[in-house]
Structure formats: C-alpha cells, structure tokens
C-alpha cells in the first residue's frame, strides 16, 4: 500500500460560526437555518455564548443544550436548527472535507420549492454580489421560511404523522442525485485517502520501515472569506480543510 495523504486530518472541514442572533419566527433570541446533511456527519464545538441545537429525525424531536466546552455532533439525515441565547459561537467540523461546501445540505423550505434544483437553488441563493444590507434581508427571508416548515415537519411528527417528514426527506436525496459523482470523487480524494494513508504507515511500521517520518511537514493556514452569510449564521471559511 503507497498511499499519502497530507491534509487536514482525517480530511475533515473546518469553519468558525457566529449564529444569527435576529429573532425567530417562534419568538427564540436568535437561531439558524434548519436542514439536513445527505453524506456528512458535524460537530460543534462551543466556545462561546450559549443556545441549543434543536433536532429532528425518524426517532422523534430533541434539544441539546450548548454551552462553552460542550462537544455535540449527529450523522447524515438529521434535521437540525441551532437557536442562539446570546452570543453562541461554534467551531464546526464535518466530514468529508468539501462537500457540505458542495451542496451536502438541503434546507427544510416548503414541498414545492423542492421539486427540482433550479428551483431550489434560486430559492436558496443569496446574492454574492449584493450590498450587505439586501444579503441580511435575504438570508433572514430564507431562514424564517425553512423555520416555518421545520416547526410543520416537528408538528407532525411529534403527532404521529411520519408521511411530511418522509416526503421531504425523499425530495432532499432526489435534490442532490445528479451530484453524487463529483461527491464520490471528493470522498475518494479525501476521506478515502487518508484513512488509507493510515493503512499504508501501519503496514509500514509493521515492516519496520518509519520511511514515512522522513516526509513529515507542517502547515498553516488563515480564513479566506470572513463573515460569509451561511445557512446557521456568519462564517468564517478554510477552504481546503
């Protein structure tokens, strides 16, 4: 085995989130985005303020309080929303380094806005190139409207009435279908490498060859975008991580 890899480790993501603090649609301090992710598990790591991440799955509805030093993380197809108490701040970590970046998230917006990807990729987008003030209306807009429908997909299924949930957990995954090539080839060049690389140094110590302690380097990096309008608030990016 000759694999190498020399990423981030494990090719996990990494940004930095300042959770919106404008008020909910169900009168919360502040909160994000509800949606779920197709292929990657996340992580939160608080390290300031304090709020919860509200989730949603098959099994039911939960809250889990977050607070300086707590650690919570959930996999693929859980529903989530953070809501902000006051100055909630999280360093996220995801698998499989870019594809949350690359579309590994669909937002809990109404049935029809999910019907094809042109569709809901006009109903997501927030335009880049627009004054901040008409970025902030639009993200907010969006959030509010996917709130909405989480708190309609909660209802039901805390009622016992799994088809809403059901529909649009289907609508998500058929969403994201045309992509799953690009996703693939990500993973393989990422997640899949580097466990792999992990493979080829234990066989190597087993040989007793350390050859692979000689190729040893480090590296550092800074975000390149600041304060970017995410789907849970404003984040600070590392692509490449």
Same mark, same amino acid.
């Given at each position: ?7 981030? *480790? ?12 404008? +008020? ?9 985005? *509800? $949606? ?63 594809? +949350? ?8 917006? +109404? ?80 997640? $899949? ?49």
């Amino acid at each position: 085995m000759s694999a190498t890899y020399d990423g981030f *480790p494990a090719a996990v993501g990494v940004s930095r989130l300042t959770v919106y603090d404008w +008020p909910t649609v169900d009168g919360r301090t502040g909160g994000g985005t *509800p $949606h779920l992710h197709l292929t990657c598990s996340e992580g939160y790591v608080v390290t300031a303020g304090r709020g919860t991440v509200q989730t949603l799955t098959t099994s039911g509805y939960e809250e889990t309080p977050l607070e300086p030093g707590t650690v919570a993380w959930f996999t693929p197809g859980t529903i989530h929303r953070l809501t902000n108490d006051g100055g909630l701040q999280i360093t996220v970590v995801m698998q499989n380094s870019g594809l +949350p970046e690359a579309g590994d998230a669909v937002l809990t917006l +109404p049935q029809d806005l999910l019907t094809d990807a042109e569709t809901y990729g006009t109903a997501v987008r927030i335009p880049a190139d627009a004054p901040e003030a008409e970025q902030v209306e639009v993200a907010r807009a969006r959030r509010d409207l996917a709130t909405r429908r989480f708190l309609e997909l909660r209802e039901a299924t805390e009622g016992g009435d799994p088809a809403p949930l059901a529909a649009f957990q289907r609508a998500a995954a058929e969403l994201i279908r045309p992509r799953l090539d690009a996703w693939e080839q990500r993973w393989k060049d990422g997640a $899949h490498t580097a466990a792999a690389a992990t493979g080829a140094q234990l066989d190597s110590l087993r040989a007793k060859d350390a050859g692979h302690l000689d190729r040893a380097r480090v590296t550092a990096t800074g975000p390149t975008a600041r304060g970017r309008f995410g789907m849970c608030g404003r984040l600070d990016i590392y692509p490449g991580i």
